[in-house]
């Protein structure tokens, strides 16, 4: 077996293959991703090293740029695109885990498909679930637009198409605040009324729509707010 591993014993890629993945450390997990180490030091100590840098968070490692771990010692190219490479299969092995057929019977349920897919780097994003009419996931996708210095714009255009495309009877919208308070503003309000009305057009219904953050969500309640206006009216 090539490599420059630092035990013949317990090589993380015969033990992965004897025991499976579940059973390694993040540091020997690591070490395969890095792969044959370099003359200086074997894979192993390049992987500890790795994770101290990050504090052990492999959060921490999947935001670092790639100008950053080309400069860690031992790394280079090579290591950093294939550390980076495997840590987002498994980010979007996660994003695709309940789409597709999965069933939306709570808020809770929405909250579950959509929060990895909350952007690592702080920035606003608007992604929509699909669904069918018994409320079967057709599909998820992200509908954001241009970028605006207090977030982004909706991509109607685009969510408008999806619905088509899958002629989904549904649909829930979902935006995440980068400052993590998931207090809906009146901006959320006001675009939930008005999608309500266009998607209604062609027969599609606002299911709902939900501010994420990493730590939980809120329901923007523009029904309850559009009957307390007709009220006062």
């Known amino acids: 077996m090539n490599g420059n591993w630092s035990s013949n014993e317990q090589r993380p890629r015969e033990r992965l293959l004897r025991l499976g993945p579940a059973d390694l450390s993040d540091s020997e997990l690591l070490a395969i991703l890095v792969g044959s180490g370099t003359r200086a030091e074997p894979a192993d100590a390049i992987a500890h090293h790795l994770l101290r840098f990050v504090q052990g968070s492999l959060v921490r490692l999947y935001r670092l740029h790639p100008s950053e771990l080309r400069q860690l010692h031992g790394i280079g190219d090579a290591r950093g695109?294939?550390?980076?490479?495997?840590?987002?299969?498994?980010?979007?092995?996660?994003?695709?885990?309940?789409?597709?057929?999965?069933?939306?019977?709570?808020?809770?349920?929405?909250?579950?498909?959509?929060?990895?897919?909350?952007?690592?780097?702080?920035?606003?994003?608007?992604?929509?679930?699909?669904?069918?009419?018994?409320?079967?996931?057709?599909?998820?996708?992200e509908v954001a637009g241009r970028r605006l210095p207090a977030g982004c714009e909706l991509d109607l255009?685009?969510?408008?198409?999806?619905?088509?495309?899958?002629?989904?009877?549904?649909?829930?919208?979902?935006?995440?605040?980068?400052?993590?308070?998931?207090?809906?503003?009146?901006?959320?309000?006001?675009?939930?009324?008005?999608?309500?009305?266009?998607?209604?057009?062609?027969?599609?219904?606002?299911?709902?729509?939900?501010?994420?953050?990493?730590?939980?969500?809120?329901?923007?309640?523009w029904k309850e707010v559009s009957a307390e206006n007709e009220k006062r009216a």
């Open 81 to 141: 695109a294939a550390i980076l490479a495997g840590m987002e299969l498994g980010r979007r092995m996660l994003l695709r885990n309940e789409e597709h057929g999965g069933i939306i019977s709570r808020p809770h349920d929405a909250y579950a498909c959509l929060r990895e897919r909350i952007p690592v780097a702080l920035h606003e994003t608007i992604m929509a679930i699909y669904l069918d009419n018994r409320n079967h996931i057709l599909a998820c996708n």
């Open 157 to 221: 255009r685009h969510l408008l198409k999806t619905c088509l495309a899958h002629n989904a009877s549904g649909v829930i919208l979902a935006h995440n605040h980068p400052s993590e308070d998931v207090a809906p503003s009146e901006r959320d309000i006001q675009m939930s009324r008005e999608l309500e009305g266009i998607l209604l057009a062609i027969g599609v219904e606002l299911v709902d729509h939900l501010v994420l953050a990493r730590h939980g969500y809120a329901q923007v309640h």
